[in-house]
């Protein structure tokens, strides 16, 4: 096993359901065989505010930060949010994005619009981008509060990790009640087509 790190970042807002997705990301990776550090950053409030988890993973990890520039995936809930972290991927680095618009405070006090230019702009400097719409997805798979899920499962696709680790991970992770909602949504990300996108 070579000790070449993987970073993935995980960026959206309060509420999505992005540190629970950090926590399966992490556990899936452990029960592959890697060294795993975790990190995360929070916004100014608990729901609406941005949260970014930094996902680091090799043979052996020392920092759970990944530096700006050196993300190689960067995994999206939110558009906007989405494209204010672009600066933390590297050149050729590849984007998973929620087809998601969470209006920020300026938008919703009429002070600004939300722009149109986002996907545009995301596609633009990282052509290997795929959109998705979770929230279609995880109604599809029972409760679209899977939608975090959901991008896992489209994330998966990406990295060299056993479908088995991954199902494993979510058993373990999320509530009993919700795990087979969330083993349909991870599956449903996981056949989506990034060709398509």
Known sequence: MNNRITNILLVGV??????????????AILLAGFD??????HGMSQRGGC?????????????????????????????????????????GGAVVANDLRIAP??????????PEWVTERIRERFPD??????QKLAG????????????????SRRLDIDEQYWLQ??????????????????LLGRSVDWSRS
């Not at 309060?14 to 556990?27: C, D, F, K, N, T």
């Not at 043979?59 to 600066?87: H, K, N, Q, W, Y």
């Not at 405070?105 to 939300?114: D, H, I, R």
């Not at 981008?129 to 979770?134: K, N, R, Y």
Request: charged share 25%; hydrophobic share 45%; glycine share 10%.
């Open 36 to 41: 795993v550090k975790k990190s995360e950053i």
């Open 105 to 114: 405070p300026s938008v919703l006090m009429g002070q600004e619009a939300y």
């Open 129 to 134: 981008f795929l959109l998705l719409d979770g």
């Open 140 to 155: 599809e798979a029972g409760n679209v509060r899977a939608a975090n899920t959901v991008l896992l499962g489209a994330v």
């Open 51 to 91: 949260v970014v988890s930094h996902v680091r993973y090799g043979a052996e990890v020392f920092s759970p930060t990944v530096p700006e520039g050196e993300g190689d995936i960067l995994f999206g809930f939110e558009l906007m949010e989405t494209c204010r972290s672009l600066p933390l991927l590297k050149k």
């Open 169 to 186: 991970a979510i058993e373990k992770m999320v509530p009993k009640k919700a795990v087979e909602v969330n083993k349909k949504a991870f």
């Open 14 to 27: 309060g509420g999505q359901g992005i540190l629970l997705a950090a926590e399966i990301l992490s556990e």
